[in-house]
């Protein structure tokens, strides 16, 4: 009778042991999965950063962490286009403060969504 209830005790802890365990590494995915899209969007703003000109740079307030990451769809006049093919599709909108002391006081600037390209600066009002 003692086997038995040992028995018992020890497959009612083995079960109980791998069930959390499982739960504990599905937890630690999703955490993962989650701070990596938290990461990439914060490179998107560093990419972005990285392809302006020294001048454009220069008139950045702090650093290109001070930048702000959205996803807009881009239209016909909202900016300096280079690339127009991008036009009607979903980009990134990288919006940068910038130093200068009458408003607008930030700096706009598009960047692919699939190859991280800058694709031209936004109009600000």
């Known amino acids: 009778m003692k086997k038995i209830i040992f028995l018992v005790t020890l497959s009612v802890l083995f079960v109980g042991f ?3 365990s499982s ?8 955490k993962n999965q989650s701070a990596s899209k938290t990461t990439k969007e914060k490179d998107i703003r560093e990419i972005a950063y990285n392809q302006l000109t020294v001048e454009d740079k220069e008139r950045i307030a702090g650093t290109w962490q001070n930048s702000k990451c959205s996803k807009i769809t881009l239209r016909e006049g909202m900016g300096n286009i280079n690339d127009k093919s991008y036009i009607g599709q979903e980009v990134y909108l990288i919006d940068f403060p910038t130093k200068s ?3 607008p006081n ?3 600037v598009y960047i692919g969504m699939h190859n991280y390209k800058l694709i031209g600066y936004g109009y600000v009002d």
């Open 18 to 20: 791998v069930t959390c």
């Open 23 to 30: 739960q504990a590494k599905l937890n630690s995915t999703t």
């Open 101 to 103: 002391k009458s408003l």
């Open 106 to 108: 930030n700096m706009i």
